[in-house]
Protein backbone atom coordinates (compact mmCIF):
# COMPACT_ATOMS: atom_id res chain seq x y z
CA UNK A 1 0.00 0.00 0.00
CA UNK A 2 1.15 3.44 -1.05
CA UNK A 3 1.86 6.17 1.22
CA UNK A 4 0.12 9.40 0.53
CA UNK A 5 2.25 12.45 -0.42
CA UNK A 6 0.91 14.48 2.79
CA UNK A 7 1.50 11.53 5.12
CA UNK A 8 5.10 11.49 4.14
CA UNK A 9 5.37 15.31 4.71
CA UNK A 10 3.75 15.14 7.83
CA UNK A 11 5.92 12.42 9.13
CA UNK A 12 9.10 14.36 8.77
CA UNK A 13 7.38 17.50 10.61
CA UNK A 14 6.76 15.46 13.28
CA UNK A 15 10.75 14.16 13.08
CA UNK A 16 12.04 17.57 12.87
CA UNK A 17 10.08 18.70 15.64
CA UNK A 18 11.38 16.09 18.04
CA UNK A 19 14.42 16.49 16.69
CA UNK A 20 14.28 20.34 17.86
CA UNK A 21 12.47 19.79 21.44
CA UNK A 22 15.14 17.35 22.14
CA UNK A 23 18.39 19.09 21.18
CA UNK A 24 16.59 22.06 23.32
CA UNK A 25 15.95 20.02 26.04
CA UNK A 26 20.03 19.42 25.87
CA UNK A 27 20.61 23.00 25.97
CA UNK A 28 18.32 23.38 28.44
CA UNK A 29 19.87 20.72 30.87
CA UNK A 30 23.61 22.06 30.17
CA UNK A 31 22.18 25.55 30.83
CA UNK A 32 20.81 23.78 34.06
CA UNK A 33 24.08 22.35 34.68
CA UNK A 34 26.26 25.17 34.55
CA UNK A 35 23.84 27.72 36.10
CA UNK A 36 22.65 25.95 39.17
CA UNK A 37 24.29 22.93 39.74
CA UNK A 38 28.10 24.20 38.51
CA UNK A 39 27.64 28.15 39.53
CA UNK A 40 30.61 28.23 41.73
CA UNK A 41 32.79 26.66 39.45
CA UNK A 42 31.94 28.81 36.42
CA UNK A 43 31.77 31.49 38.58
CA UNK A 44 34.81 31.26 39.62
CA UNK A 45 36.14 30.77 35.53
CA UNK A 46 34.10 33.73 34.59
CA UNK A 47 35.57 35.88 37.26
CA UNK A 48 39.14 34.73 36.06
CA UNK A 49 39.08 36.26 32.50
CA UNK A 50 38.55 40.05 34.04
CA UNK A 51 40.69 39.24 37.07
CA UNK A 52 44.14 39.17 37.69
CA UNK A 53 46.50 38.33 40.08
CA UNK A 54 49.70 39.60 40.73
CA UNK A 55 52.23 38.23 42.90
CA UNK A 56 54.05 40.36 45.33
CA UNK A 57 57.53 39.97 46.47
CA UNK A 58 58.32 40.22 50.18
CA UNK A 59 61.38 42.51 51.46
CA UNK A 60 64.07 40.55 52.92
CA UNK A 61 65.29 40.86 55.79
CA UNK A 62 68.13 43.49 56.69
CA UNK A 63 71.57 42.70 57.71
CA UNK A 64 73.37 44.68 60.52
CA UNK A 65 76.65 44.34 61.99
CA UNK A 66 77.24 43.56 65.49
CA UNK A 67 76.15 47.17 67.10
CA UNK A 68 72.88 47.56 65.10
CA UNK A 69 74.45 49.49 61.87
CA UNK A 70 72.50 48.31 58.74
CA UNK A 71 75.12 46.91 56.17
CA UNK A 72 72.30 45.34 53.57
CA UNK A 73 69.34 46.95 53.25
CA UNK A 74 66.31 47.49 50.62
CA UNK A 75 65.03 49.79 48.09
CA UNK A 76 61.78 50.11 45.97
CA UNK A 77 62.61 49.93 42.42
CA UNK A 78 59.90 48.51 39.14
CA UNK A 79 59.90 46.37 37.45
CA UNK A 80 57.91 45.93 33.57
CA UNK A 81 55.95 42.87 32.61
CA UNK A 82 54.33 41.85 29.22
CA UNK A 83 51.46 39.09 29.21
CA UNK A 84 51.85 38.23 25.54
CA UNK A 85 48.06 36.79 25.33
CA UNK A 86 47.21 40.41 26.66
CA UNK A 87 49.22 42.42 24.03
CA UNK A 88 47.60 43.37 21.26
CA UNK A 89 50.45 44.88 19.16
CA UNK A 90 54.25 44.19 20.63
CA UNK A 91 56.04 46.51 18.66
CA UNK A 92 54.14 49.09 19.80
CA UNK A 93 54.04 48.14 23.35
CA UNK A 94 58.17 47.91 22.74
CA UNK A 95 58.76 51.31 21.21
CA UNK A 96 56.49 53.01 23.90
CA UNK A 97 58.82 51.39 26.48
CA UNK A 98 62.19 52.41 24.97
CA UNK A 99 60.82 55.84 24.38
CA UNK A 100 59.78 55.87 28.29
CA UNK A 101 62.94 54.17 29.70
CA UNK A 102 65.48 54.65 27.30
CA UNK A 103 66.39 51.33 26.85
CA UNK A 104 67.12 49.87 23.19
CA UNK A 105 64.31 48.14 21.94
CA UNK A 106 65.99 45.44 20.83
CA UNK A 107 67.29 45.16 24.76
CA UNK A 108 63.47 45.31 25.40
CA UNK A 109 62.75 42.20 23.16
CA UNK A 110 65.79 40.44 24.12
CA UNK A 111 64.69 40.34 27.82
CA UNK A 112 61.15 39.79 26.95
CA UNK A 113 62.38 36.59 24.98
CA UNK A 114 64.87 35.34 27.63
CA UNK A 115 62.06 35.64 30.37
CA UNK A 116 58.92 33.87 28.80
CA UNK A 117 57.57 30.90 29.77
CA UNK A 118 53.78 31.10 28.69
CA UNK A 119 51.33 33.39 27.21
CA UNK A 120 49.17 33.64 30.28
CA UNK A 121 52.26 34.74 32.40
CA UNK A 122 54.00 37.74 33.05
CA UNK A 123 57.66 38.03 31.35
CA UNK A 124 59.86 40.64 32.43
CA UNK A 125 60.78 43.54 30.01
CA UNK A 126 63.24 46.02 32.19
CA UNK A 127 64.01 46.59 35.10
CA UNK A 128 64.99 48.86 37.80
CA UNK A 129 63.02 52.06 36.83
CA UNK A 130 63.12 55.04 38.38
CA UNK A 131 59.83 57.30 39.24
CA UNK A 132 60.42 59.45 36.40
CA UNK A 133 60.43 56.61 33.65
CA UNK A 134 57.53 55.24 35.66
CA UNK A 135 55.49 58.56 35.37
CA UNK A 136 55.95 58.15 31.85
CA UNK A 137 54.56 54.84 30.99
CA UNK A 138 51.65 56.23 33.36
CA UNK A 139 51.14 58.50 31.03
CA UNK A 140 51.09 56.54 28.09
CA UNK A 141 49.17 53.48 29.88
CA UNK A 142 46.31 53.85 27.57
CA UNK A 143 48.00 52.60 24.53
CA UNK A 144 50.09 49.96 25.99
CA UNK A 145 48.11 46.34 26.30
CA UNK A 146 49.01 43.67 28.29
CA UNK A 147 51.84 45.81 29.83
CA UNK A 148 51.84 45.39 34.29
CA UNK A 149 54.70 47.17 36.39
CA UNK A 150 54.77 46.39 39.92
CA UNK A 151 57.10 47.24 42.69
CA UNK A 152 60.21 45.25 43.90
CA UNK A 153 62.26 45.22 46.79
CA UNK A 154 66.21 45.36 45.49
CA UNK A 155 68.98 45.19 47.89
CA UNK A 156 71.38 47.90 48.42
CA UNK A 157 74.47 48.61 50.24
CA UNK A 158 74.78 52.00 51.73
CA UNK A 159 77.34 51.05 54.35
CA UNK A 160 80.65 52.65 54.38
CA UNK A 161 82.44 48.77 53.89
CA UNK A 162 82.04 45.85 51.21
CA UNK A 163 82.52 42.77 53.21
CA UNK A 164 81.38 41.41 49.59
CA UNK A 165 82.25 37.62 49.92
CA UNK A 166 80.80 37.53 53.52
CA UNK A 167 77.39 38.93 52.68
CA UNK A 168 77.09 36.89 49.45
CA UNK A 169 74.86 38.04 46.80
CA UNK A 170 71.16 37.27 45.49
CA UNK A 171 70.50 35.31 41.88
CA UNK A 172 67.60 35.48 39.73
CA UNK A 173 65.66 31.87 39.95
CA UNK A 174 65.58 30.21 35.98
CA UNK A 175 64.16 27.76 34.75
CA UNK A 176 67.40 25.66 35.17
CA UNK A 177 67.04 26.39 39.02
CA UNK A 178 63.67 25.49 39.74
CA UNK A 179 64.28 21.91 38.84
CA UNK A 180 66.83 21.10 41.31
CA UNK A 181 65.02 23.11 44.44
CA UNK A 182 63.29 21.19 46.61
CA UNK A 183 61.47 23.73 47.84
CA UNK A 184 58.52 24.96 45.50
CA UNK A 185 57.95 28.12 46.77
CA UNK A 186 59.78 29.21 43.77
CA UNK A 187 59.09 31.22 40.59
CA UNK A 188 60.76 32.36 37.63
CA UNK A 189 62.32 35.94 38.34
CA UNK A 190 62.67 35.14 42.13
CA UNK A 191 65.85 35.72 43.95
CA UNK A 192 67.32 33.69 46.02
CA UNK A 193 70.39 34.09 48.26
CA UNK A 194 73.33 32.20 46.05
CA UNK A 195 76.92 33.16 48.10
CA UNK A 196 77.69 33.94 52.10
CA UNK A 197 74.94 34.97 54.23
CA UNK A 198 72.03 35.72 52.03
CA UNK A 199 72.50 31.84 51.00
CA UNK A 200 72.88 30.45 54.51
CA UNK A 201 69.98 31.90 55.86
CA UNK A 202 68.30 32.07 53.01
CA UNK A 203 65.57 31.23 54.37
CA UNK A 204 65.47 33.27 57.42
CA UNK A 205 66.02 36.37 55.32
CA UNK A 206 63.58 35.50 51.84
CA UNK A 207 59.99 36.39 53.90
CA UNK A 208 56.45 35.20 52.47
CA UNK A 209 55.29 36.70 49.01
CA UNK A 210 51.56 38.38 49.22
CA UNK A 211 49.33 38.41 45.95
CA UNK A 212 47.02 41.51 44.67
CA UNK A 213 44.24 41.41 42.47
CA UNK A 214 43.67 43.52 39.72
CA UNK A 215 40.56 43.94 37.08
CA UNK A 216 41.57 44.21 33.42
CA UNK A 217 39.71 44.77 30.45
CA UNK A 218 39.21 43.57 27.43
CA UNK A 219 42.46 44.53 25.79
CA UNK A 220 44.63 43.35 29.39
CA UNK A 221 44.77 46.67 30.60
CA UNK A 222 44.43 47.63 34.19
CA UNK A 223 40.65 49.37 35.27
CA UNK A 224 41.37 48.87 39.18
CA UNK A 225 41.03 46.65 42.10
CA UNK A 226 38.78 43.98 42.59
CA UNK A 227 36.24 44.39 45.67
CA UNK A 228 35.47 40.91 45.81
CA UNK A 229 38.81 39.41 46.15
CA UNK A 230 41.13 40.80 49.25
CA UNK A 231 44.60 41.41 48.83
CA UNK A 232 47.42 38.85 50.66
CA UNK A 233 50.14 40.59 51.83
CA UNK A 234 53.47 39.67 51.62
CA UNK A 235 55.64 39.61 54.97
CA UNK A 236 59.17 40.37 54.87
CA UNK A 237 62.40 38.44 55.83
CA UNK A 238 63.28 38.22 59.52
CA UNK A 239 66.59 40.82 60.01
CA UNK A 240 70.09 39.09 60.76
CA UNK A 241 72.46 40.45 63.43
CA UNK A 242 76.38 39.38 62.65
CA UNK A 243 79.22 39.27 64.51
CA UNK A 244 80.68 41.65 62.41
CA UNK A 245 82.17 44.95 63.04
CA UNK A 246 81.95 48.01 60.71
CA UNK A 247 84.85 49.85 62.28
CA UNK A 248 86.94 46.84 62.48
CA UNK A 249 86.30 45.43 58.54
CA UNK A 250 86.58 49.29 57.30
CA UNK A 251 90.16 48.91 58.67
CA UNK A 252 91.13 45.56 57.19
CA UNK A 253 89.31 46.99 53.98
CA UNK A 254 91.46 49.66 53.59
CA UNK A 255 94.42 48.46 54.68
CA UNK A 256 94.17 45.38 52.15
CA UNK A 257 92.41 46.59 49.47
CA UNK A 258 95.34 46.54 46.58
CA UNK A 259 96.60 43.03 48.02
CA UNK A 260 95.70 39.49 47.10
CA UNK A 261 94.86 37.14 50.51
CA UNK A 262 92.57 37.08 53.05
CA UNK A 263 92.38 38.88 56.50
CA UNK A 264 90.34 37.46 59.32
CA UNK A 265 89.64 38.87 62.82
CA UNK A 266 87.82 37.13 65.74
CA UNK A 267 87.04 36.79 68.90
CA UNK A 268 89.05 33.40 70.61
CA UNK A 269 86.82 32.78 73.12
CA UNK A 270 83.37 33.24 71.69
CA UNK A 271 84.06 32.30 68.09
CA UNK A 272 82.86 35.58 66.37
CA UNK A 273 84.18 36.93 63.38
CA UNK A 274 84.70 40.56 63.87
CA UNK A 275 86.30 41.44 60.31
CA UNK A 276 86.01 38.62 57.26
CA UNK A 277 88.26 40.34 54.18
CA UNK A 278 88.60 38.34 50.92
CA UNK A 279 90.55 40.19 48.20
CA UNK A 280 90.22 41.38 45.99
CA UNK A 281 86.81 41.61 45.83
CA UNK A 282 83.97 43.21 43.53
CA UNK A 283 81.37 45.65 43.96
CA UNK A 284 78.30 44.79 46.39
CA UNK A 285 76.07 46.19 43.89
CA UNK A 286 77.63 43.68 40.67
CA UNK A 287 73.89 41.55 41.66
CA UNK A 288 71.95 44.19 41.57
CA UNK A 289 71.10 44.83 37.87
CA UNK A 290 73.78 48.26 38.06
CA UNK A 291 76.78 46.77 36.75
CA UNK A 292 77.21 46.79 32.65
CA UNK A 293 77.67 43.20 30.73
CA UNK A 294 81.26 44.52 30.00
CA UNK A 295 82.10 45.29 33.46
CA UNK A 296 80.45 41.33 34.50
CA UNK A 297 82.92 40.22 31.52
CA UNK A 298 85.77 41.50 32.95
CA UNK A 299 85.17 40.54 36.64
CA UNK A 300 84.67 36.98 35.41
CA UNK A 301 87.51 36.57 33.35
CA UNK A 302 90.12 38.68 36.10
CA UNK A 303 93.03 36.68 36.42
CA UNK A 304 92.93 37.41 39.90
CA UNK A 305 89.67 35.72 40.57
CA UNK A 306 87.49 38.44 42.70
CA UNK A 307 84.93 35.95 42.66
CA UNK A 308 87.01 33.30 44.84
CA UNK A 309 86.00 33.09 48.34
CA UNK A 310 89.88 32.90 50.03
CA UNK A 311 88.88 32.78 53.13
CA UNK A 312 86.47 29.24 53.03
CA UNK A 313 87.85 28.60 49.46
CA UNK A 314 91.55 29.08 49.01
CA UNK A 315 93.51 26.26 49.65
CA UNK A 316 97.61 27.17 50.30
CA UNK A 317 100.69 25.57 52.18
CA UNK A 318 100.71 26.83 55.92
CA UNK A 319 104.62 26.62 55.76
CA UNK A 320 106.04 27.65 59.03
CA UNK A 321 102.70 28.50 60.98
CA UNK A 322 101.90 24.73 61.47
CA UNK A 323 104.86 24.06 62.91
CA UNK A 324 103.04 24.36 66.69
CA UNK A 325 100.58 21.59 65.65
CA UNK A 326 104.29 19.63 64.98
CA UNK A 327 105.87 20.70 68.49
CA UNK A 328 102.60 19.90 70.33
CA UNK A 329 103.17 16.31 68.73
CA UNK A 330 106.44 15.99 69.31
CA UNK A 331 106.08 17.02 73.31
CA UNK A 332 103.22 15.31 73.93
CA UNK A 333 104.12 11.64 72.48
CA UNK A 334 107.36 12.65 74.60
CA UNK A 335 109.59 12.28 71.13
CA UNK A 336 111.34 15.55 72.71
CA UNK A 337 111.09 17.60 75.87
CA UNK A 338 111.42 21.64 76.09
CA UNK A 339 115.28 20.98 76.65
CA UNK A 340 116.19 19.14 73.62
CA UNK A 341 118.14 21.30 70.91
CA UNK A 342 119.78 20.55 67.90
CA UNK A 343 122.40 23.11 66.03
CA UNK A 344 121.45 24.38 63.00
CA UNK A 345 123.67 25.46 60.60
CA UNK A 346 121.97 26.45 57.41
CA UNK A 347 121.14 23.16 56.32
CA UNK A 348 120.21 19.56 56.87
CA UNK A 349 121.73 16.85 55.25
CA UNK A 350 119.18 14.02 54.75
CA UNK A 351 120.77 11.13 52.77
CA UNK A 352 121.59 12.06 49.36
CA UNK A 353 119.84 15.34 49.49
CA UNK A 354 120.42 18.64 51.75
CA UNK A 355 117.53 20.77 52.82
CA UNK A 356 118.15 24.14 53.31
CA UNK A 357 116.83 25.95 56.24
CA UNK A 358 115.54 29.59 55.41
CA UNK A 359 118.28 31.14 56.92
CA UNK A 360 120.92 29.44 55.39
CA UNK A 361 123.42 31.17 57.78
CA UNK A 362 121.97 29.10 60.50
CA UNK A 363 120.30 29.67 63.80
CA UNK A 364 123.07 27.54 66.11
CA UNK A 365 121.63 26.51 69.35
CA UNK A 366 118.19 25.91 69.22
CA UNK A 367 115.69 24.43 71.01
CA UNK A 368 111.35 23.87 71.19
CA UNK A 369 110.88 27.25 71.97
CA UNK A 370 113.80 28.57 69.93
CA UNK A 371 112.81 27.12 66.66
CA UNK A 372 109.29 28.67 66.40
CA UNK A 373 110.06 32.24 67.49
CA UNK A 374 113.07 31.74 65.03
CA UNK A 375 111.00 29.79 62.55
CA UNK A 376 114.26 27.35 62.06
CA UNK A 377 113.59 24.49 59.87
CA UNK A 378 116.68 22.53 60.57
CA UNK A 379 115.23 21.44 63.89
CA UNK A 380 111.96 20.56 62.77
CA UNK A 381 113.88 18.36 59.97
CA UNK A 382 115.22 16.24 62.40
CA UNK A 383 112.79 16.10 64.79
CA UNK A 384 109.96 15.00 62.35
CA UNK A 385 111.67 11.92 62.13
CA UNK A 386 110.58 10.90 65.41
CA UNK A 387 106.58 11.31 63.87
CA UNK A 388 104.55 8.68 62.19
CA UNK A 389 102.48 9.92 59.62
CA UNK A 390 99.75 9.08 60.81
CA UNK A 391 100.26 10.21 64.10
CA UNK A 392 100.85 13.40 62.65
CA UNK A 393 97.49 13.47 60.91
CA UNK A 394 95.40 12.77 63.79
CA UNK A 395 96.92 15.61 65.92
CA UNK A 396 96.62 18.27 62.94
CA UNK A 397 92.50 17.12 62.88
CA UNK A 398 92.58 18.01 66.78
CA UNK A 399 93.23 21.42 65.24
CA UNK A 400 91.13 21.18 62.60
CA UNK A 401 93.49 20.80 59.37
CA UNK A 402 91.84 18.73 57.04
CA UNK A 403 88.26 19.05 58.49
CA UNK A 404 85.56 21.62 57.93
CA UNK A 405 85.16 24.52 60.67
CA UNK A 406 81.50 24.45 60.15
CA UNK A 407 81.36 28.21 60.22
CA UNK A 408 78.35 29.73 58.99
CA UNK A 409 78.73 30.08 55.15
CA UNK A 410 77.90 27.59 52.66
CA UNK A 411 80.93 25.52 50.33
CA UNK A 412 83.39 25.79 52.62
CA UNK A 413 86.49 23.70 51.64
CA UNK A 414 88.13 21.08 53.70
CA UNK A 415 92.29 21.42 53.09
CA UNK A 416 93.94 18.57 53.08
CA UNK A 417 96.02 16.46 55.60
CA UNK A 418 98.27 14.10 53.87
CA UNK A 419 98.04 9.99 55.33
CA UNK A 420 100.27 6.92 54.58
CA UNK A 421 97.20 5.93 52.25
CA UNK A 422 96.80 9.08 50.77
CA UNK A 423 100.69 9.51 49.64
CA UNK A 424 100.68 5.50 48.92
CA UNK A 425 97.18 6.29 45.98
CA UNK A 426 99.38 9.79 45.24
CA UNK A 427 103.05 8.42 44.58
CA UNK A 428 102.68 4.60 45.14
CA UNK A 429 103.69 2.63 47.82
CA UNK A 430 107.61 2.48 47.14
CA UNK A 431 107.04 5.93 45.22
CA UNK A 432 107.55 8.24 48.20
CA UNK A 433 109.67 8.00 51.70
CA UNK A 434 110.16 9.39 54.90
CA UNK A 435 112.04 12.57 53.71
CA UNK A 436 108.48 13.91 52.43
CA UNK A 437 107.92 14.49 56.40
CA UNK A 438 110.53 16.87 56.23
CA UNK A 439 108.74 18.84 53.80
CA UNK A 440 105.71 18.26 55.64
CA UNK A 441 106.88 19.35 58.84
CA UNK A 442 107.53 22.88 57.86
CA UNK A 443 103.80 22.86 56.25
CA UNK A 444 105.10 22.39 52.69
CA UNK A 445 104.48 19.39 50.72
CA UNK A 446 101.10 17.68 50.28
CA UNK A 447 99.29 19.56 53.16
CA UNK A 448 96.78 22.44 52.01
CA UNK A 449 94.91 24.62 54.51
CA UNK A 450 92.24 27.52 53.82
CA UNK A 451 92.63 30.41 56.05
CA UNK A 452 89.16 30.21 57.75
CA UNK A 453 90.80 26.78 59.17
CA UNK A 454 93.68 28.89 60.51
CA UNK A 455 91.33 31.09 62.03
CA UNK A 456 90.40 28.58 63.81
CA UNK A 457 93.47 26.78 64.80
CA UNK A 458 94.53 30.35 66.33
CA UNK A 459 91.49 30.37 68.60
CA UNK A 460 92.10 26.96 70.04
CA UNK A 461 96.00 28.05 70.59
CA UNK A 462 95.22 30.97 72.13
CA UNK A 463 92.58 29.77 74.42
CA UNK A 464 94.41 26.54 75.13
CA UNK A 465 91.86 24.36 73.45
CA UNK A 466 89.04 25.54 74.08
CA UNK A 467 86.95 28.22 72.07
CA UNK A 468 83.44 28.12 70.39
CA UNK A 469 82.72 27.43 67.05
CA UNK A 470 83.47 30.34 64.16
CA UNK A 471 80.21 32.12 63.17
CA UNK A 472 79.41 35.09 61.72
CA UNK A 473 75.22 35.16 62.42
CA UNK A 474 74.99 35.95 66.54
CA UNK A 475 73.34 32.80 68.07
CA UNK A 476 73.13 30.96 71.41
CA UNK A 477 73.98 26.81 71.56
CA UNK A 478 76.96 27.13 70.05
CA UNK A 479 79.18 24.03 69.81
CA UNK A 480 82.28 23.88 71.97
CA UNK A 481 85.50 23.16 69.86
CA UNK A 482 87.95 21.40 72.99
CA UNK A 483 91.22 19.77 72.59
CA UNK A 484 91.04 18.39 75.94
CA UNK A 485 94.21 15.83 75.86
CA UNK A 486 96.95 18.68 75.55
CA UNK A 487 98.89 19.09 79.05
CA UNK A 488 99.22 22.51 80.45
CA UNK A 489 102.83 22.26 80.55
CA UNK A 490 103.05 21.88 76.57
CA UNK A 491 100.63 24.94 76.24
CA UNK A 492 102.79 26.90 78.15
CA UNK A 493 105.70 26.12 76.12
CA UNK A 494 103.54 26.87 72.84
CA UNK A 495 102.75 30.31 74.40
CA UNK A 496 106.09 31.19 75.48
CA UNK A 497 107.13 30.07 71.61
CA UNK A 498 104.42 32.56 70.45
CA UNK A 499 104.91 35.55 73.00
CA UNK A 500 109.04 35.17 71.81
CA UNK A 501 107.98 35.43 68.46
CA UNK A 502 106.32 38.83 68.79
CA UNK A 503 108.53 40.16 71.15
CA UNK A 504 111.84 38.36 71.45
CA UNK A 505 114.76 40.04 69.72
CA UNK A 506 114.78 37.44 66.94
CA UNK A 507 111.53 36.78 66.69
CA UNK A 508 109.91 36.67 63.03
CA UNK A 509 106.86 38.32 63.98
CA UNK A 510 108.60 41.69 65.91
CA UNK A 511 106.62 43.45 63.69
CA UNK A 512 103.57 42.49 64.53
CA UNK A 513 103.71 43.90 68.19
CA UNK A 514 102.05 47.75 68.33
CA UNK A 515 104.21 48.31 71.88
CA UNK A 516 100.89 49.24 73.14
CA UNK A 517 101.45 49.32 77.39
CA UNK A 518 99.18 45.95 79.08
CA UNK A 519 98.77 44.72 75.56
CA UNK A 520 100.77 41.02 75.03
CA UNK A 521 100.79 40.08 71.37
CA UNK A 522 101.76 36.65 70.67
CA UNK A 523 102.11 35.00 66.75
CA UNK A 524 104.05 33.05 64.36
CA UNK A 525 104.62 33.94 60.71
CA UNK A 526 104.96 31.68 57.59
CA UNK A 527 106.44 31.82 54.27
CA UNK A 528 104.88 29.28 52.38
CA UNK A 529 106.44 28.18 49.03
CA UNK A 530 104.41 28.05 46.03
CA UNK A 531 105.08 26.35 42.80
CA UNK A 532 102.92 28.80 40.60
CA UNK A 533 105.50 32.26 41.51
CA UNK A 534 106.08 34.02 44.67
CA UNK A 535 105.70 32.41 47.90
CA UNK A 536 102.63 33.38 50.19
CA UNK A 537 103.16 35.50 53.37
CA UNK A 538 101.12 33.99 56.49
CA UNK A 539 101.11 35.50 59.81
CA UNK A 540 98.73 34.08 62.88
CA UNK A 541 98.26 35.62 66.21
CA UNK A 542 96.40 37.01 69.31
CA UNK A 543 96.75 39.80 72.00
CA UNK A 544 95.54 40.79 75.01
CA UNK A 545 95.00 43.40 77.39
CA UNK A 546 95.25 43.72 81.40
CA UNK A 547 91.03 43.15 81.33
CA UNK A 548 91.23 40.16 79.34
CA UNK A 549 89.97 41.37 76.17
CA UNK A 550 91.27 39.55 73.32
CA UNK A 551 91.18 39.17 69.90
CA UNK A 552 92.89 36.87 67.14
CA UNK A 553 94.48 37.76 63.63
CA UNK A 554 95.32 35.30 60.67
CA UNK A 555 96.58 37.42 57.64
CA UNK A 556 97.44 35.58 54.27
CA UNK A 557 99.12 37.64 51.48
CA UNK A 558 98.95 35.84 48.28
CA UNK A 559 102.30 36.17 46.35
CA UNK A 560 103.62 38.30 49.04
CA UNK A 561 106.82 37.19 49.70
CA UNK A 562 107.98 37.07 54.01
CA UNK A 563 105.53 36.22 56.79
CA UNK A 564 107.59 38.50 58.68
CA UNK A 565 107.90 41.35 56.60
CA UNK A 566 104.92 41.45 54.40
CA UNK A 567 101.84 39.70 56.54
CA UNK A 568 103.04 40.23 59.92
CA UNK A 569 103.05 44.35 59.90
CA UNK A 570 99.39 44.35 58.63
CA UNK A 571 98.16 42.41 62.10
CA UNK A 572 100.25 44.73 63.82
CA UNK A 573 98.14 47.90 62.53
CA UNK A 574 95.01 45.62 62.95
CA UNK A 575 95.92 45.10 67.03
CA UNK A 576 97.32 48.86 67.40
CA UNK A 577 93.76 50.07 66.09
CA UNK A 578 91.92 47.60 68.07
CA UNK A 579 93.49 48.38 71.72
CA UNK A 580 94.07 51.89 70.92
CA UNK A 581 90.18 52.26 70.18
CA UNK A 582 89.48 50.45 73.37
CA UNK A 583 91.76 52.34 75.93
CA UNK A 584 90.07 55.76 74.08
CA UNK A 585 86.82 54.32 74.90
CA UNK A 586 87.68 53.42 78.52
CA UNK A 587 89.26 56.78 79.17
CA UNK A 588 85.85 58.34 77.69
CA UNK A 589 83.68 56.54 80.05
CA UNK A 590 85.64 57.42 83.18
Not at 218 to 236: H, N, W
Not at 555 to 580: C, D, Q, R, T
Request: positive net charge; hydrophobic residues 35%.
Amino acid sequence: MLRSPNSTSQTRVWVVYFFVVFVHLIILGRFFKIQIVDNEKYSKRAKSNYVRALSLPAPRGLIKDRNGNIIVDNYPTYIVYGIDAEIKDKEKNFTIISQSTGVDTAILKKNYKNYFRSRFLPARIVKDLTIEQLSKLEENKNHLSGIIYKQFPERIYHSKIKATHVLGYLKEVDSKMIKNMENGNYAFGDLVGWAGVEKQYEEVLRGQKGVSYYQVDVFGREAGKVETYEDVLSQPGLDLTTTLDINVQLLVENMFKDKKGAVIVSKPKTGEILSYMSSPDYSPDLFTGMVSSNEWQSIVSDPDRPLLNRVVNGMYPPGSIYKMVVAIELLEKKHIDEDWNVFCKGEYEFYDRVHKCWDQNGHGKVDVKSAISQSCDVFFYEAIQRVRLNDLEKRSKQFLHGIPTNIDLPSEMKGRVPTRNFMNKLYGRYGWSSGAMLNISIGQGEILVTPIQMMAYTNLLATMGSTKNLHIVSKNNLNDIVVSSISKKTWNIIHDSMFMVANDSKGTGKLSNPNISGVKVYGKTGTAENPHGETHAWYIGFAKDENDEMISVVVLVENGGGGGSVASPIAGKIFKEYFNDINSKLTAAK
